[in-house]
């Protein structure tokens, strides 16, 4: 019998493929479309710890496990894919004239704007290859909701926000908004708040019913929007004047202006949601300011005219006590069904829980909501081997590491 074997290799191939994906934490990426490179910083000593040639670099994002960063380079009409461990270029997609990009908190997919090829390309990040592309016309900022199921994305010259269903990848509404630009959502996944750049304003969509609030003034000339993981702050850049405005959320009253930093686009939170990161594209660097006291404790050189910034995201708390058996299930009358049942618990420090994510033999076969503390996998062969892993997903996107059980 060769099965015990091969299983034992798949076994520990999969193992070792799951202890690999898991990138380095407490790193920002920074896009330097003036120097063509990307510059990384340790968040922890705020010091430019490498710096990666990307040609035209523009807006990057990291996937949920941490493991790569994706840089969309515009003119070079490729998606760059950079290893966080290692910080060298492992691959590229071709994607012409490619903007923003924003990935799916399951790390199933990245969605990709083209503003002037307009359309939003599609990314499986499984085998890094493009499988669909919507039109719409003048795409550009993109967010995602927590649960993956929706995107949303920017149309300044319609005055429009299109929401991308990610199932069927169809644009399923259009909420006005004046002139949108940068875009964010609450970490519960109620809310998109939308910035009017010319509209020196801002806007609230309800993601249950796409209905709008706004708009609510800001100063002039807004461009771009972070949201802290605990979802009562926001962070709005100002891409002529320096500064920074603070939304308090829920009753998105506005105080500022912060100074320190410079005009910016580029805007990012700390997974602690302690400080905030601003790429201060006139002046060559980044500005680090505390979230308690919205003050700038750090200012880090990094290459010419830096624009984006992405921060890797925390290790999170694993699903505990995983176990799984097989059972007899329901008897349809020809013959009865074998099933494996996968139990577990909540990991009490798993804050910002979103939900789960379960793997056969590494295949994603289901996501499941954060109450859920039990799956059935119907219509199992009797006593086939299987192999299952679990992982939690949090708000933000990040992912904890997988727990795996061999059913039976």
């Not at 004047?241 to 202006?257: A, C, D, E, R």
């Not at 912060?258 to 601003?278: K, L, R």
């Not at 984006?308 to 995201?313: L, M, N, Q």
Request: glycine share 8%; net charge negative; aromatic share 6%.
């Amino acid at each position: 019998m060769r099965w015990p074997s091969q299983f034992s290799m798949l076994l520990l191939l999969f193992i070792l493929m799951v202890q690999s994906v898991f990138g380095v934490p407490n790193r920002a990426y920074v896009t330097n479309t003036g120097s063509n490179s990307v510059s990384v910083i340790d968040t922890t000593t705020n010091t430019v710890v490498a710096t990666i040639v990307v040609p035209t670099p523009q807006e990057a994002a990291i996937t949920p496990n941490g493991q790569f960063a994706y840089v969309a380079t515009g003119g070079a009409n490729l998606v760059v894919i950079i290893d966080t461990a290692t910080n060298a270029v492992v691959g590229s997609i071709p994607l012409s004239l490619c903007s923003h990009i924003a990935i799916t908190p399951d790390g199933r997919r990245a969605y990709v704007s083209s503003f002037n090829n307009g359309s939003v390309s599609v990314i499986d990040l499984t085998t890094n290859t493009v499988i669909d592309s919507i039109s719409m016309s003048g795409p550009s900022f993109l967010a995602i909701t927590p649960n993956s199921k929706s995107v949303y994305v920017s149309i300044k010259s319609s005055s429009q926000v299109n929401v991308i269903d990610v199932l069927t990848n169809t644009v399923t509404a259009s909420p006005s908004v004046d002139s949108p630009e940068g875009l964010a959502i609450t970490p519960d996944g109620k809310s998109v708040y939308v910035i009017s750049g010319p509209g020196n304003s801002f806007y609230v969509i309800d993601v249950a019913t796409n209905g709008v609030t706004g708009p609510i003034a800001l100063l002039s000339n807004p461009e771009n929007i972070a949201i802290t993981p605990d979802g009562t702050k926001a962070y709005v850049t100002y891409l002529f004047n320096p500064g920074l405005s603070l939304i308090n959320i829920p009753s998105n009253t506005v105080q500022g202006p912060i100074m320190g930093v410079g005009t910016a686009i580029g805007i990012a939170v700390t997974p602690d949601g302690e400080s905030v990161y601003v790429a201060n594209g006139s002046l060559d660097t980044v500005s680090v300011l505390h979230t308690a006291n919205n003050t700038v404790f750090a200012t880090i050189p990094v290459g010419t005219s830096p624009q984006w910034i992405a921060i890797t995201p925390a290790p999170t708390a694993a699903p505990l006590n995983l176990t799984g058996q097989q059972q007899k299930g329901a008897d349809s009358g020809l013959e009865r069904e074998y099933v494996n049942v996968l139990n577990w618990e909540a990991n009490p420090s798993g804050v910002g829980r979103q939900g789960y994510l379960v793997y056969r033999d590494g295949a994603l076969i289901a996501t499941l909501d954060a109450s859920a503390m039990e799956y059935t996998d119907h219509n199992r062969k009797k006593g086939a081997t299987v192999l299952y892993s679990l992982v939690a997903f949090y708000a933000g996107g990040s992912q904890s590491a997988p727990v795996s059980v061999q059913v039976p």
